[in-house]
């Protein structure tokens, strides 16, 4: 089974979405575009009529959770409001209508949009809330605190007046890939969070209670600079790569796995041998495979390391094999977490997974006629869960990570494999 993967944690989440369950072929093709409208409107008008046609047509099952009536009146409601909404306000519309199946692999991504532009900040969510994790100078005096407020609103009320033009189908992927959202000034517009897209006032917390506010343009001039951390722990170095392993001082194989595809100098194959034989060198006190921020790709390509699980009994018997899951573990990803854990006897530590465990996948796209948007669908349903619907895979031992583990350099999942192991 294959899966199509573009993203990394690293400014990753932004097109992570449109990954898909396999890079099969979808059994019809678009609907041809008709000759352009002659005004904005009509354009307009077309577009939606474009997605309101092919889009329960190419999917597999588009109304598996919302009805067909309840997808045509936003239809028409949106027609019927083209020419009093501005241009972004209409694209925001036409990702509400992608997003309203909750199917998280239909979406319409704005990332490629040119008319959404980006505020200067970079956010994540952890445990206890939504974090400052990078800025350019502008807003440098918001970097490492908690955000409390955008425009008018408070942090989650801004995020669930955003949520209906983001493609989910659990709370986890909502808090991977919301941040991403919530920086572009046309959304928290067309969403109601601000008055103008022109402006738009953040307020964030520090660690020692004291706020700070910052009226932010859209613009993303001058570098990022990262937020001050104490440490940085094994699961943030390295992300840029496909997959990596070290051996630690106390004595734990650690296996970061970032996306799944070949690397083309390292192919997995012999990746695994060079593993196995470090394993095999010295068995480790654990074993760790983290998938915290791997958002899919090929599951087969780990295959090489199954086998080599598989062979080695020894580190489940002796319950020193470990997963490490999280809101950004997605797609191709999951199914490895569930293979690791049903089939070779693994144990989750983590988060509960941005991936929903049965659903939908394997993804084509379509292109509206005159905005160029990309459209993605699915076209096969996936039962990887026998057991019940899950909304995501939860860890068998929680290790959630706070925005306080993160800036002090901490990692409670490592933490928690070192309890279970007897470890420092």
Same mark, same amino acid.
């Given at each position: 089974?294959?899966?199509?993967?573009?993203?990394?944690?690293?400014?990753?989440?932004?097109?992570?979405?449109?990954?898909?369950?396999?890079?099969?072929?979808?059994?019809?093709?678009?609907?041809?575009?008709?000759?352009?409208?002659?005004?904005?409107? &009509?354009?307009?008008?077309?577009?939606?009529?474009?997605?309101?046609?092919?889009?329960?047509?190419?999917?597999?099952?588009?109304?598996?959770?919302?009805?067909?009536?309840?997808?045509?009146?936003?239809?028409?409601?949106?027609?019927?409001?083209?020419?009093?909404?501005?241009?972004?306000?209409?694209?925001?519309?036409?990702?509400?209508?992608?997003?309203?199946?909750?199917?998280?692999?239909?979406?319409?991504?704005?990332?490629?949009?040119?008319?959404?532009?980006?505020?200067?900040?970079?956010?994540?969510?952890?445990?206890?809330?939504?974090?400052?994790?990078?800025?350019?100078?502008?807003?440098?005096?918001?970097?490492?605190?908690?955000?409390?407020?955008?425009?008018?609103?408070?942090?989650?009320?801004?995020?669930?007046?955003?949520?209906?033009?983001?493609?989910?189908?659990?709370?986890?992927?909502?808090?991977?890939?919301?941040?991403?959202?919530?920086?572009?000034?046309?959304?928290?517009?067309?969403?109601?969070?601000?008055?103008?897209?022109?402006?738009?006032?953040?307020?964030?917390?520090?660690?020692? &209670?004291?706020?700070?506010?910052?009226?932010?343009?859209?613009?993303?001039?001058?570098?990022?600079?990262?937020?001050?951390?104490?440490?940085?722990?094994?699961?943030?170095?390295?992300?840029?790569?496909?997959?990596?392993?070290?051996?630690?001082?106390?004595?734990?194989?650690?296996?970061?796995?970032?996306?799944?595809?070949?690397?083309?100098?390292?192919?997995?194959?012999?990746?695994?041998?060079?593993?196995?034989?470090?394993?095999?060198?010295?068995?480790?006190?654990?074993?760790?495979?983290?998938?915290?921020?791997?958002?899919?790709?090929?599951?087969?390509?780990?295959?090489?390391?199954?086998?080599?699980?598989?062979?080695?009994?020894?580190?489940?018997?002796?319950?020193?094999?470990?997963?490490?899951?999280?809101?950004?573990?997605?797609?191709?990803?999951?199914?490895?977490?569930?293979?690791?854990?049903?089939?070779?006897?693994?144990?989750?530590?983590?988060?509960?997974?941005?991936?929903?465990?049965?659903?939908?996948?394997?993804?084509?796209?379509?292109?509206?006629?005159?905005?160029?948007?990309?459209?993605?669908?699915?076209?096969?349903?996936?039962?990887?869960?026998?057991?019940?619907?899950?909304?995501?895979?939860?860890?068998?031992?929680?290790?959630?990570?706070?925005?306080?583990?993160?800036?002090?350099?901490?990692?409670?999942?490592?933490?928690?494999?070192?309890?279970?192991? &007897?470890?420092?």
């Amino acid at each position: 089974m294959r899966h199509l993967r573009f993203f990394g944690r690293a400014g990753a989440l932004l097109a992570a979405f449109l990954s898909g369950n396999g890079c099969g072929s979808s059994p019809a093709a678009p609907t041809p575009a008709p000759p352009p409208a002659a005004t904005r409107d &009509g354009r307009f008008v077309q577009d939606v009529d474009a997605l309101a046609t092919d889009l329960p047509r190419l999917h597999v099952n588009l109304f598996f959770q919302v009805g067909r009536a309840t997808f045509e009146g936003e239809v028409a409601a949106l027609k019927s409001r083209v020419a009093e909404l501005q241009d972004h306000e209409i694209v925001a519309g036409l990702m509400r209508l992608a997003a309203l199946p909750g199917d998280a692999h239909t979406a319409i991504s704005p990332f490629a949009y040119a008319g959404f532009r980006r505020l200067p900040v970079r956010l994540r969510y952890f445990s206890d809330g939504l974090l400052v994790t990078a800025a350019t100078p502008a807003a440098a005096p918001l970097l490492g605190r908690r955000v409390t407020r955008l425009g008018d609103l408070a942090e989650a009320e801004a995020l669930a007046r955003v949520r209906p033009v983001i493609s989910t189908s659990n709370e986890a992927w909502l808090r991977a890939i919301g941040p991403n959202y919530l920086v572009i000034p046309e959304l928290l517009h067309a969403q109601r969070v601000v008055a103008s897209p022109e402006q738009v006032r953040i307020a964030a917390v520090g660690a020692d &209670g004291t706020v700070v506010e910052a009226v932010l343009a859209p613009g993303t001039d001058g570098a990022f600079a990262e937020a001050p951390t104490a440490g940085v722990p094994l699961h943030r170095q390295r992300n840029a790569e496909n997959y990596w392993f070290t051996r630690t001082a106390d004595d734990v194989v650690y296996f970061q796995y970032n996306r799944c595809q070949n690397a083309a100098a390292d192919p997995m194959s012999s990746f695994a041998r060079r593993l196995f034989d470090e394993v095999d060198r010295v068995p480790p006190r654990a074993f760790v495979v983290d998938l915290r921020a791997n958002g899919g790709g090929d599951s087969s390509v780990l295959e090489p390391v199954l086998q080599g699980l598989r062979s080695r009994r020894y580190l489940v018997d002796s319950r020193r094999l470990f997963v490490l899951i999280g809101n950004a573990t997605y797609s191709s990803a999951l199914l490895n977490a569930i293979t690791l854990k049903r089939q070779i006897g693994a144990l989750l530590v983590g988060e509960p997974t941005g991936g929903r465990p049965n659903g939908y996948g394997e993804i084509r796209s379509f292109t509206l006629p005159n905005s160029g948007l990309a459209v993605s669908y699915s076209t096969k349903y996936f039962a990887s869960w026998p057991d019940g619907d899950p909304a995501s895979l939860f860890p068998d031992v929680e290790a959630a990570l706070s925005s306080a583990d993160h800036l002090a350099g901490r990692d409670p999942a490592m933490d928690a494999v070192a309890r279970l192991t &007897g470890g420092a």
